[in-house]
């Protein structure tokens, strides 16, 4: 999923809120507001976006410029204020904030919900009678009644209605019942603070519904005593699961920015090094006999080669939109394949097999660096679960499916299908955790182990490969994952050999543009090895003096797209101007989202990605000059 889709879910799930969402500047402009924002105030969220903080909070909104160093230094903030509608009322909000950068700005995030009702609650618990047992029965906040021992005197409706319980369940349970595993020794330390000094301002830790789901709360606890004992914890707590979720989708948004943002630069110096092996090594190859003792080697450096350019598009999977390089493969050959870099993966205490062996009868229509991925991906997902030790099999196998076969996740088609699976014997999921595995975020690990993207990715490059994705899981039975792929009886796409390459010969004139002196060189060597006359420019003004003084016939301008000065692009325009019979044929190691910013696409014809290697080049320029 790359930055575009995180912020279009985002802003989805922002303006489908039902709690007020401000994204504020350090002179308390506002860069964002929700709709419930705009409504709770009684604005147009264009008239609320054109006011300022001081205009709907005479408290803090006056002090803004004065207030945001510490807000900044503490970087979290809770804290209740009066705001000022539209029509001139006054309502008491209660504020959850961060500070973030977002865009190389400094925002407060902060999320704001109407206490009015809480606070006028509040008051009014303080008194006896039919007002009070109204409040508490229509209050939305969750009231609740302990007793020091954990059970339950008395909860509200909306107590009920969130936890799942009825009225006879409350009184079979305690408070204890409630905590979440990961929350038990806080919740205990918190309670007995409320015992012991009579009143906690600020309890946030999360409960356990009825049915498993995990409520986040927050709220204050105070203790009734008699005689110096304490008789009763009153709580008033409310849901904030939806403004978590909220906050922590917004900084994986953030985070995964920041990484498009590094990998994007990386990629494209890594792909010129890159570019610069492969060719190198390909050249080498050509000139060597099979039997010569150097042939091996500079066909593992050919490999490793190969194999980084996998890893940087793996690594850009999260920064752009994967553009699928579709080919007939052998899917068992794949797997093959990563036996070494999958048994690199997992420790010594995992019995790792591979059934099936290659032979061209898994043939599918696929990108192979994406189908690695998703594989990779289940074998890291597997080791996480295999932590003591245990099985790990992938296998490939035909399978025949004469009609449809329902699963949870997928309606399967009728019809001939390679299948990958990759099973393990680890700590299994439950039912619960399998109805939410292929969603984004989702994770089950440790907070900082995992991002929750791994099996979505997986899920959405399987669809786009007209597939399917079965899971089959028992808590402590181990994982087994299908991938169905639709087989194809076409002949598996091999590599560029020297042989073709000789068929691949010409004898026009090829300017090359970049301004990376080691990709002029072996890009130069590379044609002119193939019968091509080649001219070299480090720029796009050395390229144009040279068209303009050399007075020769140009063919192709081969071209890199982002260089100081003018870019591809540009120089592109310039060229075909002066000469449209010129061809230009597009470079790049950049990602999607940088080239789209210079006009130009991976999509279209006359584009060749970084690392290039010399058959792929051979065959792209050869399309061009036909």
Not at 2 to 20: C, G, H, P, T, W
Not at 325 to 338: F, K
Request: glycine fraction near 8%; charged fraction near 20%.
């Amino acid at each position: 999923m790359d930055n575009q889709e995180l912020y279009i879910l985002f802003k989805r799930i922002v303006e489908m809120a039902s709690v007020e969402f401000y994204l504020i500047n350090a002179e308390g402009g506002f860069g964002y507001v929700n709709q419930a924002a705009a409504r709770n105030l009684g604005y147009s969220e264009a008239e609320l976006l054109a006011l300022n903080l001081a205009d709907i909070d005479p408290e803090f909104g006056p002090r803004v410029r004065q207030l945001w160093p510490e807000w900044k230094k503490q970087g979290e903030l809770h804290l209740e204020t009066i705001h000022r509608t539209k029509s001139g009322q006054m309502v008491q909000k209660e504020v959850d904030a961060v500070c973030i950068a977002f865009g190389g700005t400094d925002y407060i995030c902060a999320f704001v919900r109407d206490i009015t009702e809480r606070k006028r609650m509040e008051a009014a618990l303080l008194e006896s009678g039919e007002q009070y047992r109204d409040l508490f029965e229509s209050a939305s906040d969750l009231i609740q009644f302990v007793r020091p021992e954990g059970s339950f005197f008395m909860v509200n409706p909306a107590w009920r209605a969130t936890f799942g319980y009825s009225a006879e369940e409350v009184e079979q349970i305690t408070i204890f019942d409630l905590i979440d595993s990961g929350c038990t020794g806080h919740c205990m330390e918190t309670f007995q603070t409320v015992l012991e000094q009579g009143r906690v301002d600020r309890i946030d830790t999360t409960f356990v519904a009825k049915n498993g789901n995990k409520i986040m709360i927050q709220g204050a606890a105070n203790c009734r005593y008699e005689n110096g004992k304490p008789q009763m914890v009153r709580c008033i707590f409310r849901n904030v699961t939806e403004e978590k979720m909220l906050q922590a989708q917004l900084l994986q948004s953030q985070k995964m920015e920041a990484i498009g943002r590094l990998t994007s630069g990386v990629a494209h110096d890594f792909n010129n090094l890159l570019t610069t092996i492969l060719s190198y090594s390909e050249l080498c190859l050509r000139r060597l006999p099979d039997n010569d003792p150097l042939a091996e080697a500079l066909q593992a450096i050919r490999d490793a080669g190969v194999r980084g350019a996998a890893l940087t598009r793996q690594l850009l999977t999260f920064s752009r939109h994967q553009v699928v390089d579709v080919r007939v493969i052998d899917l068992s050959s794949v797997v093959s394949g990563l036996s070494s870099m999958i048994r690199h993966l997992i420790p010594p205490c995992i019995h790792f097999t591979i059934e099936g062996a290659p032979g061209g009868q898994g043939r599918v229509l696929a990108d192979q660096h994406q189908i690695e991925q998703v594989l990779l991906n289940l074998v890291i997902n597997a080791r996480d679960a295999m932590a003591d030790g245990g099985d790990l099999t992938i296998s490939c196998i035909d399978e025949v499916l004469e009609q449809s076969e329902f699963s949870k996740y997928d309606n399967i088609a009728p019809g001939r299908y390679v299948v990958l699976v990759v099973s393990d014997t680890g700590e299994g999921m439950s039912t619960e955790v399998q109805e939410h595995i292929f969603e984004p975020f989702f994770t089950t690990k440790a907070q900082g182990k995992g991002t929750g993207l791994g099996l979505a990715t997986a899920y959405g490059i399987v669809k786009q490969h007209s597939g399917y994705i079965v899971v089959q899981s028992e808590l402590g039975k181990g994982t087994t994952f299908r991938l169905y792929f639709p087989k194809v009886e076409a002949p598996v796409e091999s590599v560029v050999t020297g042989a073709v390459l000789e068929a691949l010969q010409g004898s026009e004139t090829i300017l090359v543009v970049d301004d990376e002196p080691d990709i002029l060189a072996v890009i130069r060597h590379s044609l002119e090895a193939m019968g091509y006359t080649v001219l070299i420019a480090a720029s796009a003004g050395e390229a144009l003096r040279l068209i303009e003084e050399s007075g020769a016939k140009i063919d192709l301008m081969l071209t890199d797209v982002v260089m100081s000065g003018m870019t591809g692009h540009g120089l592109a325009a310039r060229v075909q101007a002066a000469d449209p019979r010129i061809r230009v044929l597009f470079m790049s190691g950049y990602t999607d989202s940088m080239l789209e910013e210079y006009g130009v696409f991976r999509t279209h014809a006359n584009f060749i990605s970084k690392p290039l290697s010399p058959g792929e080049l051979a065959i792209k320029i050869r399309k061009m000059l036909s």
